[in-house]
């Protein structure tokens, strides 16, 4: 199912352009975040300050964008004063621009523990969950974007559903390296910063969800930010209530 | 500065009830949310599982006000198609809502924390700083509240302010932690549930800033999202534009 779709019913032509553009925007700014977190997890794992400090200025160019698509959607709302699917899909907008915004603070804390390993020396342990974790949440936030770019419902599922697999997985490594720390404790403060990353990763994986919970408002009409997933599950696979 | 100000131009009668109801929703949700944290801390504090245990459970009362809130927000937009300042407080609650359910996962994660700590054994140290954070962040969080109930913009800048101490007391906090850490290894995992506790209220204090941003937003008209406190401050200083 794509865009044209929900959004045919159009008198204004100019209102689709508006429509279609923000959403271009998110999606942009969706591609750079995603960068973000990728040069961010290898940043850590190489050691490499210098990209670590470039993921931390190239913030601000975020911080930019969630402010100028905020107000995009806020132009369309006082101007076009939407209904329906419309409505939907500015608020769904103006809530993705959010956490595609946190997901990119969580890169620059990722790139800043990268920086600190980087001068007190490499943790022991760690690396290998980091680069487990990170694809995995990069996978993630790439499909959530790719659901919103194609109101793909299934795939928003899906990546709810990976979400939960993220959680088990920081658990697993949170526990292990806590089992490593005691038994080495000179290392606690590299450790730290390594736990550290593995949590601002894991946020990363939440953030990936509520954009793919979006998806979800924006097709079905439904909120579903505190269902669990066979809930999820059920309200994705009945019938859609197009263009309510 | 009070509601009626901004609002008195509304025609519809009806209008107006809506528009106050969703804020006296959004102030009664922040309520609880206040003392939830506080219960949490004390719940923590005190090593008191049933109490964090109900902190747990309460939680989905908090999903639940999210999402109803949520539905006036989405209600009022497609029904009254609100302008101007109609518009950015809608929209200002539809964001804070956002935050403040986060700041009640917060305090769920703070009870987690809290049943695990009563179970393996207190912490040797760092209790005093949860005491002390926890405090100056519930402070934040209820005076982001009375910021939003006044539109007071002053006590919203009071209130990002204080997030930058916060900020500090947390990196102090957490650096003595790590210190005693090192010194005494067998508790690591105690101080772990103390500094993850610590992050959690570090984080509620910038969902309190979120908050307070609104507050400016919704006033003044402008994004202060990603403004420093010297910039912010020169932007509550300038003359309102009134209704715009």
Known sequence: ??????????????????????????LEMGGLVEQQVRKAIS?????????????????SDINDMEVA???????????????ASDLRLVIAISKSVI???RIGD???????QAIQLAESGESPRGYKEIRHIGN??????????DAFARLDIDMALAVAKEDKLVDEEYG?????????????????????????????LERVGDHARNIAEQVIYLVKGTNVRHFGITQ????????????Q
Chains 1, 2 share one sequence.
């Open 99 to 101: 956490d595609l915004e």
């Open 172 to 200: 697993s490594a949170v526990r292990s390296l806590i089992t490593y720390m005691m038994e080495d404790p000179r290392s606690i403060s590299q450790m730290l910063n390594v736990l550290w990353a593995l949590r601002s």
């Open 69 to 83: 698509i905020d107000e995009e959607c806020m132009r369309i709302l006082a101007r076009r004063q939407p209904a």
């Open 43 to 59: 940043s850590l794992v190489d050691a490499d300050s210098d990209k670590a400090e470039k993921v931390r200025s190239d913030d």
């Open 232 to 243: 999820m599950t059920a309200e994705v696979m009945t019938p859609e209530k197009r263009g």
């Open 106 to 112: 969580e890169a620059g804390k990722i790139a800043l």
């Open 1 to 26: 199912m794509i865009d044209k779709d929900v959004h045919s019913h159009h008198i204004s032509q100019q209102f689709n352009v508006e429509l279609d553009d923000v959403k271009t925007h998110l």
């Open 136 to 145: 995995h949440v990069g996978f993630m936030v790439r499909d959530a974007l």
